[in-house]
């Protein structure tokens, strides 16, 4: 009787996961798919054209169909917030394509069907969940909530345990109010460092501080304080400049959304043959659909916030990755945390480079976490589920690798080497999967072969010393004039010789943990990208590129050896190497990423005049700068015609002559016939004060000369 009354609780308790597993285990991604999906549906009902609108359908667009998917299979690929991103990226670059090509692209219908998909996916999700749930699957759904809150009496009272949540919060507070102080109206030579208020600099110092109390405080089995640590981090180093500007940086940014407004406004591609950005249109398709939806000056707002996304992307794409590898949650997350630090590229803005990275380290992370799955399942013997094992993974894998292929010209050739030395060094199957890929990317380039050989690709090929030598890491970084310049070289260089030397210290570690072929397969990664330079040199970002693609491996070795050194709290030397690696690190990194500001930074003053200008010239129109144009921002771009003006009169102490530019100016627009324009403001001559090639002065010399002169008229004033 003893015994029956004991197993009558077994019995219950083991039959409620049965019911359990029949709910909804993500109820707020479906409630998630609902809200999004019905914001969405609302606003372009109203024919809304503001920012929220533009974030709206943005997040519909590009978050929209990974929640849904997610919400409906939790225990598949999509159960995992990693994949979220880049499956809807991969889903909308593919289906903008599509309909392009067969002719029916139309951005409103598109944004009302993705919109109404996801939000029919999330009732139907959330009406099933609700029926299948019962009141143990309830509880048990509110116990990581309550938990991730829970701050226990012996926590409060040893302070290495709570440092690193106290470090956290106050870093992000610091972070937060700093950014509103600083104002950025009157950027020095020294960028957004001479802008930034100290109280930023108190959030960095405190964030550093959770860094390193963040490693010493994780295990293996739970590094949650590195992980809260590393998104403070990405918020600090890659959330300040769309908290300090009102646009975003980068003037070449604002061309891509003059392509989406084109393919929203003319619904077809007839400049494929033209413009290599038509040749390869599937992300400025997919922006098209927000463009249709809203304005071109909603992306404005999207791209500004556009690199933090694409950051925290790869953030957790690398954690998923890299887990793999090693069971210690510690290394997945330093490996993020060094990633995010060390990527002073600037290939992370409102562009199809940022699209195509995330895609390819999402490829690497479904090989490596699925075929190393499948390959150990070979090893114990073979299955009858080995098929369906791979099937999906395999979809999952050509799709992203399609849409990267239609969205970028030569990322697929930075991707392929290191797939096909790593299949057969890994032991992954299909083992023919790398082939298939390098098909399709050959193919698509050669029906694109004309476009591509216009644009002078390939024309280096065998030559690679100047591929490495191209204008992006030589003459264009560190011209003798402007000092300031060698301050961001000097610590881009350091902090790359960084990341290397922490990769070698680990190398050994790397090579215990994975044994001698698998070690050979990770260096051969880190290596493969730079074969790129063999056959291009990018223009100014050959090196640049081929140091982006090497650096989630390069961080590898590195997360080994900090996770290795973490607990290792009473020797002298892991006591005084964290602080000084993470301080280096983030005096370094600000360097690397704000004191170009002056140089990159867009005024929205100076968007707007572009905005004016080719609306008051849907013909077509001349615009002369003096600088770096935040060009190309309607549908109408490929009528107007931009011109940098130059310093053809330039005496040798860098003045200008200021009647000799003016009459050279007229000569030169003398025989056109259509209106002429000439621009002043702070992202057109900010440039070149920072090139050296004018000062102020001269400038507002210049713009006074104009003023007077009877042939030019004031059209447009800041604040008008």
């Known amino acids: 009787m003893t015994v029956i009354d004991l197993e009558a609780p077994v019995i219950e308790v083991t039959a409620a996961p049965s019911v359990i597993r029949r709910g909804n285990r993500h109820p707020w991604l479906a409630t998630t798919c609902v809200v999004l999906g019905t914001l969405c549906l609302t606003l372009i009902a109203w024919d809304q054209t503001g920012t929220f609108a533009a974030l709206t359908v943005g997040s519909t667009l590009f978050f929209g169909p990974g929640l849904a998917l997610a919400s409906w299979r939790p225990q598949s690929l999509a159960k995992s917030a990693w994949l979220v991103f880049p499956v809807s990226c991969a889903l909308i670059l593919l289906a903008t394509r599509l309909l392009l090509a067969l002719e029916l692209y139309r951005p409103r219908p598109i944004a009302v069907g993705v919109a109404t998909a996801v939000a029919a996916v999330g009732v139907a999700r959330l009406a099933y969940g609700f029926n299948a749930r019962t009141d143990l699957d309830r509880r048990n759904a509110q116990l990581p909530w309550r938990r991730l809150f829970e701050i226990s009496v012996d926590d409060v009272v040893r302070f290495r345990a709570t440092g690193w949540k106290v470090a956290c919060a106050g870093a992000l507070a610091a ?43 994780s295990t293996a089995g739970n590094a949650r304080p590195l992980a809260a640590a590393t998104i403070v981090a990405l918020l600090v180093l890659h959330g300040t400049s769309p908290m300090v500007y009102e646009a975003a940086r980068y003037a070449w940014t604002y061309k891509h959304i003059g392509f989406a407004d084109y393919f929203a406004v003319y619904h077809d591609n007839n400049r494929a043959s033209v413009d290599i950005y038509n040749a390869f249109p599937a992300y400025f398709s997919s922006l098209g659909v927000v463009a249709g939806t809203v304005t071109s000056r909603g992306l404005v707002v999207l791209a500004r916030w556009w690199p933090l996304m694409i950051e925290a992307s790869c953030m957790l794409i690398i954690c998923r990755l890299f887990r793999s590898v090693k069971r210690d949650r510690r290394v997945p997350w330093a490996a993020a945390l060094l990633f995010l630090t060390a990527n002073w590229i600037g290939q992370d803005y409102f562009s199809p480079q940022s699209v195509s990275l995330v895609l390819a380290l999402t490829i690497y992370a479904i090989v490596f976490r699925q075929f190393e799955r499948t390959k150990r399942s070979d090893e114990d013997g073979p299955g009858p589920s080995r098929l369906s094992a791979n099937v999906w993974p395999v979809v999952a894998v050509l799709a992203c690798w399609v849409a990267i292929v239609v969205t970028h010209p030569l990322t697929p050739f930075l991707v392929l080497p290191g797939l096909l030395v790593g299949f057969p060094l890994f032991g992954f199957r299909p083992r023919l999967l790398p082939a298939v890929m390098a098909v399709i990317a050959l193919g698509y380039a050669w029906m694109q072969r004309g476009i591509v050989e216009d644009q002078g690709i390939g024309r280096h090929l065998g030559s690679v010393v100047e591929n490495v030598q191209s204008r992006g890491t030589t003459n264009g970084i560190v011209p003798t004039r402007v000092p300031e310049f060698d301050y961001y070289f000097m610590a881009a260089i350091a902090l790359s010789m960084l990341v290397l030397f922490l990769g070698a210290l680990g190398a050994r570690t790397l090579l215990r943990s994975t044994g001698r072929r698998s070690f050979v397969g990770w260096a051969c990664q880190a290596i493969s990208p730079t074969l790129f330079l063999v056959v291009e040199s990018y223009g100014q970002e050959g090196v640049l590129r081929a ?61 707007e005049v572009i905005h004016q200008f080719e609306d008051a010239n849907p013909s077509g129109g001349l615009l002369i700068g003096t600088g770096v144009l935040p060009e190309e921002v309607t549908a109408t771009y490929f009528k107007q015609q931009y011109v940098v003006l130059a310093s053809p009169e330039r005496l040798v102490d860098g003045t200008i002559d200021t009647a000799s530019t003016l009459l050279l100016m007229k000569e030169q627009i003398v025989g056109y016939d259509r209106d002429v324009y000439l621009a002043f403001g702070p992202t057109l001559t900010n440039r070149s004060v920072f090139d050296g090639i004018f000062s102020k002065v001269d400038l507002v010399a210049l713009q006074r000369a104009v003023l007077a002169d009877s042939d030019w008229r004031l059209v447009f004033r800041d604040g008008q």
């Open 547 to 607: 140091f982006l693609f090497s650096l989630p491996w390069l961080c590898l070795p590195g997360a080994m050896l900090i996770a290795r050194t973490a607990p290792a709290r009473r020797r002298r030397f892991a006591r005084v190497f964290l602080p000084l690696v993470v301080g280096a690190a983030a005096t370094l990194s600000i360097v690397a990423f704000f004191v170009r500001d002056l140089q990159f930074a867009v005024a929205p003053s100076d968007i």
């Open 175 to 217: 972070w937060f109010v700093g950014c509103q102080l600083t104002r950025t109206s009157d950027l020095t030579k020294l960028g957004l460092l001479g802008a930034l208020s100290p109280l930023w600099y108190v959030g960095l110092a405190l964030a550093a501080v959770a860094v390193v109390l963040g490693i010493r405080s």
